[in-house]
């Protein structure tokens, strides 16, 4: 970071005080960082397939005098957001933003918003993870004569790691998704002490508190999608819903390869979210045709493995899939590599049972020594439970490839965004992140008063998922309903 370093005389000590430009100590940076990843979170789960952003905006006396995040897809960009809260006192003032904005073809607008209010410094939390956007909005700030600094790239230390980290840890589904082209994926389950996800008889509900069962719901609310197999639909008949109260819904994914399912099950119930079941090509197509009469979407791959389905969905732009299957499949997903985090809900019981199933099946390990080790481990009690969760992969090494100042803007060759195989999306701009059509959720943006009012976008939300061009690699295909009307956007609106 571009600092200069006032000699700072105190009683006991002589302390190094850094001062940057705009007259902000480095720890106050750090300080505004931290805070605009934090309120960025505020729409996890809505923003999809978009990153969270925050904004927040300091003037010379370090006085905070706008604030804002991106609320959801399609919503005024959090730098727009809050210069609109600043007014005219953005003049000469710092903007902090968690993440490098998505400054791309045609669309500078968050760039424009700081720039035009007479921000003079930035400061970025991370750049863009994106190849062909990172750079673009830091050149775009510099060429207009602000300062940019971002952070932990002229100076590190273990509290810039700190704010990096709060900065990486809230778009940690993007980030991954970026680096290894699979969604986020989290493994999570509840088990007894003795390591049991139910008892032998089958009968799970259930094993951890209402409490333990309250977070779950949480972290569905940030999840696109929740995933399990056939035989969590004909053990549990989950719902699968998140029922915390106006957060985001995420869709509903079944894989069987067999379809064999129930007639009836509520994950058919789609008043409150849609569900696709993921299948082998050629089963049960009668089946098939039944759920599509429901409106439930049906997808056929070639071969129904963890990875080709988790390539699939990143092809249609999920970000991040909360794994809440039994054992078999689990332990195919953590074989596939496709599982990165696991929560696993430790309750202070035991059922026993030689027959009683555990979370993870087999994964063909005879030695300790095998075991995967979790990184990043937290502890948490929840209620009587104990929420143990860890990294099962490392997070990518996302240390950009800083581009020099006159770089200039390339398109990957590797990536041929326009082929006409690909989907047609609204948003062409987004060549290799992620891209979608329609908001998979309701939105919530905020009234005249700044409260939030509830927008539903289910009409939407179907059409994303019923909206099921066959991607790239022609994996899938789809069979819908009746009411899966979904318009494919003609070419006018590409
Ligand atoms: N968190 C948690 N605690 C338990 O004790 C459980 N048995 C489960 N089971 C999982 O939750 C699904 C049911 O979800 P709904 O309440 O119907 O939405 C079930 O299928 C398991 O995946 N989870």
Avoid at 272 to 291: H, I, K, N, P
Avoid at 376 to 386: L, S
Wanted: hydrophobic share 40%; net charge neutral; charged share 20%.
């Amino acid at each position: 970071m571009a600092l200069s370093f006032a000699v700072v005389a105190s009683s006991s000590s002589i302390m190094c005080k850094a001062t940057n430009a705009n007259n902000h100590s480095h720890l106050q940076d750090l300080s505004y960082i931290k805070r605009a990843a934090l309120i960025s979170d505020k729409s996890a789960g809505f923003t999809s397939p978009h990153p969270n952003f925050g904004c927040v905006i300091v003037t010379p006396s370090a006085e905070v005098v706008g604030e804002a995040y991106l609320y959801a897809q399609g919503t005024k960009p959090a730098e727009v957001l809050a210069v609109e809260a600043a007014g005219e006192r953005c003049r000469g003032a710092t903007a902090y933003v968690n993440m490098e904005p998505g400054d791309c073809h045609g669309d500078h607008t968050a760039v424009s918003a700081l720039v035009q209010a007479g921000i003079t410094r930035a400061v970025i939390g991370m750049r863009h993870p994106l190849q062909h956007l990172r750079g673009n909005a830091i050149r775009a700030f510099r060429s207009q004569g602000l300062q940019v600094d971002v952070l932990g790239e002229d100076m590190q230390s273990k509290l810039v790691e700190e704010a990096r980290k709060a900065c990486l840890l809230v778009n940690l589904p993007f980030v991954y998704r970026a680096a290894s082209r699979v969604p986020f994926s989290v493994l999570k389950y509840a088990m007894t002490l003795d390591g049991k996800i139910a008892a032998s008889s089958g009968h799970a509900a259930w094993i951890s508190s209402k409490l333990s069962r309250n977070r779950v719901f949480e972290l569905r609310g940030r999840s696109d999608a929740i995933i399990v197999g056939g035989n969590t639909v004909r053990r549990d008949n989950p719902r699968l819903t998140a029922r915390h109260g106006g957060g985001h819904m995420p869709i509903r994914i079944v894989l069987s390869q067999s379809l064999d399912l129930p007639e009836e099950a509520n994950l058919w119930d789609l008043s409150d979210v849609s569900t696709v079941v993921v299948t082998q090509r050629g089963a049960r197509r009668s089946f098939q045709r039944y759920l599509a009469s429901k409106g439930v979407e049906v997808v056929e791959l070639d071969i129904l493995n963890p990875r080709d389905v988790m390539e699939y969905f990143h092809d249609r732009g999920y970000l991040s899939i909360l794994w809440e299957c039994g054992g078999t499949l689990a332990a195919s997903a953590i074989s596939s590599g496709v599982i990165h985090k696991v929560f696993a809900f430790v309750a202070p019981k035991i059922i026993g049972g030689k027959n009683a199933p555990s979370p993870v099946g087999e994964l063909g390990m005879v030695e300790m020594s095998q075991a995967l080790d979790l990184i990043d481990v937290c502890f948490e009690q929840i209620g009587p439970d104990m929420l143990i969760s860890g990294f099962l992969q490392p997070i990518p090494d996302l240390t950009p490839t800083i581009p020099s100042e006159d770089e200039t803007f390339a398109i990957d060759p590797t990536v041929a965004p326009f082929e006409t195989s690909i989907i047609f999306f609204y948003k062409t701009w987004d060549l290799y992140g992620a891209f979608s059509n329609f908001s998979p959720h309701p939105i919530q943006m905020p009234d005249e008063d700044g409260k939030q009012v509830h927008r539903s976008q289910q009409s939407s939300s179907t059409g994303l998922h019923r909206q099921n061009k066959i991607s790239k690699k022609s994996r899938g295909s789809s069979t819908t309903g009746k009411a899966n009307t979904a318009a494919t956007p003609s070419s006018g609106e590409i």
